[in-house]
């Protein structure tokens, strides 16, 4: 079953413009994760948020977690052409399985 | 420092015709390991789970099957594809999901 959403689905912004992608989940989780996917490649680990952290940093990616509203986001400062990709989160609610949602497609144009 | 492998890249396979796509996982030992499939535009469905040799959970009922005949293998099998069997195949390792690596992907096209 698909536990984390993600929203927007898809975000075009300019170059140097700040991106912003939230995830909503419903059940009690260990951990929420990021990760980023060029077009046709495999997901990369981006980072790690635990349930008992409420912000972490990474560089220009800011990840905060809510637990009380079950919701994450994250934000790529200073965007660059770069970024351009899909970003999931994924939920490790205890089991062996982490539990993907179905993306944000992020455009970032020069 | 641990790698993953997965191949062929891309596959166009007739309706009907068996599948075998493997990964290989480098450089650690006793992985979780992983096959997920992605629809186009689409978030990652967990296909299969493996947390030891000979140790295959299925997720989703389906014309798939997968093996892990040895530590750092995983293969990922269809005696009969159908055309919705159609998708970006990923092989991924992991342990104690704190985070998971993922091979560059197979793109199945079943015609």
């Known amino acids: 079953s698909q536990q984390g959403e993600e929203d927007p689905q898809a975000l075009s912004i300019q170059e140097g413009e700040n991106a912003t992608m939230n995830c909503s989940y419903k059940t009690s989780i260990n951990n929420l994760q990021w990760y980023r996917q060029n077009s046709g490649r495999g997901l990369v680990h981006l980072i790690l948020i635990r349930s008992n952290e409420r912000e972490k940093h990474s560089g220009r990616l800011r990840v905060t977690l809510d637990t009380s509203k079950k919701s994450s986001s994250l934000l790529i400062t200073a965007s660059r052409a770069a970024d351009t990709a899909s970003y999931f989160c994924?939920?490790?609610?205890?089991?062996?399985?982490?539990?993907f949602g179905k993306g944000t497609m992020l455009l970032v144009s020069p | 420092s641990q790698t993953i492998h997965q191949w062929p890249a891309t596959l166009v396979q007739p309706v009907g015709s068996p599948l075998s796509l493997e990964c290989t996982v480098e450089?650690?030992?006793?992985?979780?390991l992983y096959w997920y499939r992605q629809a186009a535009g689409r978030g990652l469905q967990l296909l299969f789970y493996?947390?030891?040799?000979?140790?295959i959970s299925s997720e989703v009922p389906q014309n798939l099957s997968a093996s892990r005949p040895q530590d750092r293998q995983f293969i990922l099998s269809s005696k009969k594809l159908l055309l919705s069997d159609s998708g970006f195949y990923l092989c991924?390792?992991?342990?104690?999901?704190?985070?998971?690596?993922f091979g560059s992907g197979t793109q199945l096209s079943v015609l």
């Open positions: 991924a390792w992991g342990q104690n999901n704190e985070k998971l690596f």
């Open positions: 450089g650690t030992s006793n992985p979780n």
């Open positions: 994924a939920t490790n609610s205890g089991y062996s399985t982490l539990t």
């Open positions: 493996s947390v030891g040799i000979g140790q």
